[in-house]
């Protein structure tokens, strides 16, 4: 529903190769790059749950200051990058005119236990529109700034924390490594 919203705000030029907003759908997907974050202050052992699966997991905690400066500060080419809040809304409750990028920051109510905040870069272009686009884009974000801490499973195995604390030094990272649901820090291992 959101994505027609969207499609109806949208003009579309009469030569555009976009029929419908099935087909818009399909050209924002290809074109759209989510980096996707938890925003409690606390961990929640149901995200773990559901998207560290695997006891050998890792999270990245940084700030909101952080992501935004980090952001800020890359190169994209003239792409833009959009940091916001997801809006947790069933499709027919939502009302106004929509952005193209607006279906990227909207989940059904059920999913409002994660409290996710997203970046999205979009190489979406309505004058040129694309499908053949990469799976990903590389851009250069400083990670030794924007990464306040690497917290492992909480149900790690021991040498799996201890490796990741191994390559954490070895990247120069500066956060500390700590076993996640409040554990203590990680020590290395000789």
Not at 108 to 122: C, G, M, N, T, V
Not at 152 to 173: E, T
Request: aromatic share 12%.
């Amino acid at each position: 529903m959101a994505i027609e919203k969207a499609y109806e705000s949208f003009s579309v030029a009469e030569d555009s190769p976009i029929n419908d907003a099935n087909d818009f759908q399909e050209y924002l997907c290809k074109n759209a790059y989510l980096s996707c974050w938890h925003k409690n202050v606390d961990e929640n052992m149901v995200m773990w749950e559901l998207y560290g699966r695997d006891s050998n997991s890792v999270a990245i905690q940084t700030t909101v200051g952080k992501l935004k400066s980090s952001i800020s500060k890359i190169d994209s080419g003239g792409l833009e990058f959009h940091l916001k809040n997801v809006q947790y809304s069933r499709a027919q409750d939502v009302e106004g005119r929509l952005n193209y990028s607006a279906p990227f920051f909207i989940k059904r109510p059920h999913f409002s236990f994660e409290q996710e905040a997203r970046i999205l870069l979009s190489t979406y272009s309505a004058y040129a529109p694309t499908k053949d686009t990469p799976p990903g884009i590389t851009v250069d974000l400083d990670l030794v700034e924007a990464i306040q801490k690497v917290l492992v499973h909480p149900d790690s195995h021991d040498w799996f924390a201890k490796v990741v604390k191994s390559i954490s030094r070895k990247y120069g990272l500066k956060a500390s490594v700590e076993n996640g649901v409040y554990g203590n820090k990680i020590e290395q291992g000789h």
